[in-house]
């Protein structure tokens, strides 16, 4: 009987901190998501903010994106926001490191990614983020770099999908601005 009422009790905890946890998105129906420049120049040179995107889409948030200067190309509803603090801002970097083994084909990466939340209330600053969610790969055998971020990207979908949980839009959860 002690075994049933250690699990029963277990189970109610767990099944209510995955939901006040995963109610973090609930407050938002928009992710923006802004260009990051590359060293080289390049945007979104391994597709990760379109990889992010489609996620998020699945999700049902609508996703609209911006220029490293904030200025919105595409995704921004017709009948414009309401309020901007059911925008969750995302940005994201990572880190890529590796070597070729052998004839060049192969090669051995570590990568992490980061992508930073930002609510109204903050900076965007990554060291002011609401929250950050990594996904990273290490020591794999890879076609190059792109397939070491393929991996690291499942790894941070299924992070994000973990803190998402079940989403459905909850305006009493949405943030107000300090």
Not at 121 to 149: N, P, Q, R
Request: proline share 2%; charged share 30%.
């Amino acid at each position: 009987m002690k075994k049933y009422i250690y699990l029963l009790l277990f189970l109610t905890f767990n099944f209510i901190s995955e939901d006040l946890y995963s109610q973090k998105f609930n407050g938002f129906k928009y992710v923006m998501m802004l260009d990051v420049p590359l060293e080289d120049g390049s945007i979104d040179k391994y597709e990760i903010q379109d990889k992010l995107s489609k996620f998020f889409k699945k999700k049902k948030l609508t996703v609209i994106r911006a220029d490293e200067d904030g200025e919105v190309y595409s995704g921004m509803p017709k009948k414009g926001i309401d309020n901007i603090c059911e925008v969750l801002v995302m940005d994201y970097r990572y880190d890529l490191t590796g070597k070729t083994v052998g004839t060049g084909q192969l090669s051995v990466y570590t990568i992490n990614i980061f992508v930073d939340f930002f609510r109204c209330s903050d900076d965007l600053d990554t060291s002011s983020a609401w929250f950050t969610i990594s996904g990273e790969t290490k020591g794999m055998l890879h076609y190059g770099k792109g397939s070491a971020v393929n991996s690291a990207m499942k790894v941070l979908t299924k992070n994000i999908e973990s803190r998402m949980g079940k989403y459905k839009f909850d305006s009493s959860r949405t943030p107000t601005e300090n």
